[in-house]
C-alpha cells in the first residue's frame, strides 16, 4: 500500500472549518483513500473514503486532487468533539485480506 | 446493535502468564482483525480473519495465536504474556461484500498491563 504523509499536529477553533492534509503521491490508481480518527482511549472510527472523486457524507468531505497524489479532509464546523488523532490510510479494496496500514497520524486540536 | 465488543476492557498479567481476549461482532461481518497500539504510535495488525475458518498472520504475530469461533467471535490468546506485549488491543470486523462502505469498524480496545 502507498505511504502516506500528515503533518503531525493542527490546531483549529471551534466553530471555523478544518482542513486536514493528506500527501500520497506513490498512490496507484486502484487505491482508495480513507480517514479514520481516534477520539483520546477509543477505537479508530471510519470518518470517510473515496478512489478520484470527491465525497462527501454527515461527518465530513473529502477533496481529492486530480492527479490523486494529495487529498484533504474537511471538517466543516468543528466542535470540541472532534478532537482527535486523524489517520489518512491508502489502500487497495482486497476483500478480507487488507492490512490497514496506520502511521502516527495527525492530532487536531479544536480549541474553545 | 452493539457493533464490536470486547472483553475484558483491562487487564494485569505476570510474566508468563496466559490469557485470552475476547471479541465480538453483531454486524454479520466476514472479515475480523486483532491490532494492537502501543503509546504514541500507530495500531499494528497482529492477526486477521478473512472469513470464518481462516487466520492469517499480521505484522507482529508472534507470541500470540488466534481462533476464529465462528463468523461472530475471534480470540486473542497469549500463551505466555511478556512485558513487551503491555499494550491496548483492538478488534475489528469489515463486511467483504455488498451496497456500501467496507470499511473497518472497531472496538473498544482491551487495555493490558503485564508485569
Known amino acids: 500500500d502507498a505511504k502516506t504523509t500528515q503533518p503531525p499536529s493542527m490546531d483549529c477553533a471551534e466553530g471555523r472549518a478544518a482542513n486536514l492534509p493528506c500527501n500520497h503521491s506513490?498512490?496507484?490508481?486502484?487505491?482508495?483513500v480513507y480517514w479514520y480518527r481516534q477520539i483520546h482511549s477509543q477505537g479508530p472510527q471510519y470518518i470517510i473514503h473515496?478512489?478520484?472523486n470527491n465525497e462527501t457524507n454527515e461527518m465530513a468531505s473529502l477533496i481529492i486532487t486530480e492527479d490523486r497524489k494529495s487529498s484533504t479532509l474537511i471538517l466543516p464546523h468543528a466542535t470540541l468533539r472532534d478532537t482527535a488523532v486523524y489517520y489518512c490510510?491508502?489502500?487497495?479494496?482486497?476483500?478480507?485480506?487488507?492490512?490497514?496500514?496506520f502511521g502516527k497520524g495527525m492530532k487536531l486540536t479544536v480549541n474553545p | 446493535n452493539a457493533g464490536v465488543t470486547q472483553t475484558p476492557k483491562f487487564q494485569v498479567l505476570k510474566t508468563g502468564q496466559s490469557m485470552t481476549l475476547q471479541c465480538a461482532q453483531d454486524?454479520?461481518?466476514?472479515?475480523m482483525y486483532w491490532y494492537r497500539q502501543d503509546p504514541g504510535m500507530g495500531l499494528r495488525l497482529i492477526y486477521y480473519?478473512?472469513?470464518?475458518?481462516?487466520?492469517d498472520k499480521g505484522e507482529v504475530p508472534n507470541g500470540y495465536n488466534v481462533s476464529r469461533l465462528n463468523k461472530r467471535e475471534f480470540s486473542l490468546r497469549l500463551e505466555s504474556a511478556a512485558p513487551s506485549q503491555t499494550s491496548v488491543y483492538f478488534c475489528?470486523?469489515?463486511?467483504?461484500?455488498?451496497?456500501?462502505?467496507?470499511?473497518?469498524?472497531f472496538g473498544p480496545g482491551t487495555r493490558l498491563l503485564v508485569l
Open positions: 473515496g478512489l478520484k
Open positions: 480473519s478473512a472469513s470464518e475458518g481462516t487466520t
Open positions: 506513490t498512490i496507484s490508481g486502484n487505491e482508495y
Open positions: 490510510i491508502v489502500r487497495v479494496d482486497q476483500g478480507g485480506s487488507e492490512k490497514l496500514v
Open positions: 454486524m454479520n461481518h466476514n472479515s
Open positions: 475489528a470486523s469489515k463486511r467483504t461484500s455488498g451496497v456500501g462502505v467496507l470499511a473497518q469498524y
